[in-house]
T-cell receptor, first 114, second 112 residues
Framework: NAGVTQTPKFQVLKTGQSMTLQCAQDMNHEYMSWYRQDPGMGLRLIHY???????DQGEVPNGYNVSRSTTEDFPLRLLSAAPSQTSVYFC?????????????FGEGSRLTVL | EDQVTQSPEALRLQEGESSSLNCSYTVSGLRGLFWYRQDPGKGPEFLFTLYSAGEEKEKERLKATLTKKESFLHITAPKPEDSATYLC?????????????FGQGTILTVHP
């Protein structure tokens, strides 16, 4: 049982490049979300999903795109990378109804945009 | 808009020196308040969920308490392995389970 797996762990991009951060969970969790963590800012929600085929925007969605074609996978796409997107990105999942509401986090993906 | 403010930003303790971390929050209707621990280079790890004022939860040297406006994480006789960043987060009623509002965290360092 691997939990939440994120790839890659580290990535360097040039301004304007696009890329996809991968997230997969093997716990059959209904809810998945993406957060970014910046020094002094805490974790901020980018996008989230309440099930396959259903996504919605969080607090800081601009410049990011998501889709949820399966329960297991929730990739985050950077359309045209900007230096302001330099951050550590965390994917998280939650079982849904009837639980404590805790999030299960991946190990993070550290992105640098030059 | 939901808001979470944690204090202090950083706390240095000697081993065995008990203290508390504060989490002040404003939320339209509290479904749950969460405490997480985050080690350097790792994802946050769940510690506690508190649902209503007066509730307390304990785990080893940690005890979390909740009032209508704030939560405290009390650390009793800390050890160096308790060094980490502690994050507080809230979830409002009517929002998705994946949607939490986090504070900026308190960096705890425990010296031997």
């Amino acid at each position: 049982n691997a939990g939440v797996t994120q790839t890659p762990k580290f990535q360097v991009l040039k301004t304007g490049q696009s890329m996809t951060l991968q997230c997969a969970q093997d716990m059959n969790h209904e809810y998945m979300s993406w957060y970014r963590q910046d020094p002094g800012m805490g974790l901020r929600l980018i996008h989230y999903s309440v099930g396959a085929g259903i996504t919605d925007q969080g607090e800081v969605p601009n410049g990011y795109n998501v889709s949820r074609s399966t329960t297991e996978d929730f990739p985050l796409r950077l359309l045209s990378a900007a230096p302001s997107q330099t951050s550590v990105y965390f994917c998280a999942s939650n079982p849904g109804q009837g639980n404590t509401g805790e999030l299960f986090f991946g190990e993070g993906s550290r992105l640098t945009v030059l | 808009e939901d808001q979470v403010t944690q204090s202090p930003e950083a706390l240095r303790l000697q081993e065995g020196e008990s203290s508390s971390l504060n989490c002040s929050y404003t939320v339209s209707g509290l479904r749950g308040l969460f405490w997480y621990r985050q080690d350097p280079g790792k994802g946050p790890e769940f510690l506690f969920t508190l649902y209503s004022a007066g509730e307390e939860k304990e785990k080893e040297r940690l005890k979390a308490t909740l009032t209508k406006k704030e939560s405290f994480l009390h650390i009793t006789a800390p050890k160096p392995e308790d060094s980490a960043t502690y994050l507080c987060a809230v979830q409002a009623y009517g929002t998705s389970y994946g949607k939490l509002t986090f504070g900026q965290g308190t960096i705890l360092t425990v010296h031997p």
